[in-house]
Nanobody, 125 residues
């Protein structure tokens, strides 16, 4: 079964950090760019970060630039999102998704073939 599984979400205080993981099973991520998306209550799902298949190219949304870092370990078939200096506006369900291209190109959801089930991140005091 081909699937992506996110983990690492939870409740954190403002200013805190979390590291999300996205693990693939049933297929290898070696040839896939991976994106992280998030969806807050009542809002559209938005792309926040993306990494090329080799890890050599990364992209960040303006809202998280300088606070989040995306990385990948292809040997572990896993992509990570390190989130620092979290604030309440970062509260959302975070999803990872894989596309069949080496580079991210864009955050168009229809171009991402596999999606995880999401992990909840809540930033609150």
């Amino acid at each position: 079964q081909l699937q992506l599984v996110e983990s690492g979400g939870g409740l954190v205080q403002p200013g805190g950090s979390l590291r999300l993981s996205c693990a693939a099973s049933g297929f290898t991520l070696d040839n896939s760019a991976i994106g992280w998306f998030r969806q807050a209550p009542g809002k559209e799902r938005e792309g926040v970060s993306c990494i090329s298949s080799s890890g050599g190219t990364t992209n960040y949304a303006d809202s998280i630039t300088g606070r989040f870092t995306i990385s990948r370990d292809n040997a572990k078939n896993t992509v990570y999102l390190q989130m620092n200096s979290l604030n309440p506006e970062d509260t959302a369900i975070y999803y990872c998704a894989a596309r069949n291209t080496f580079y991210c190109l864009d955050y168009a959801r229809e171009r991402y073939r596999y999606w995880g089930q999401g992990t909840q991140v809540t930033v609150s005091s």
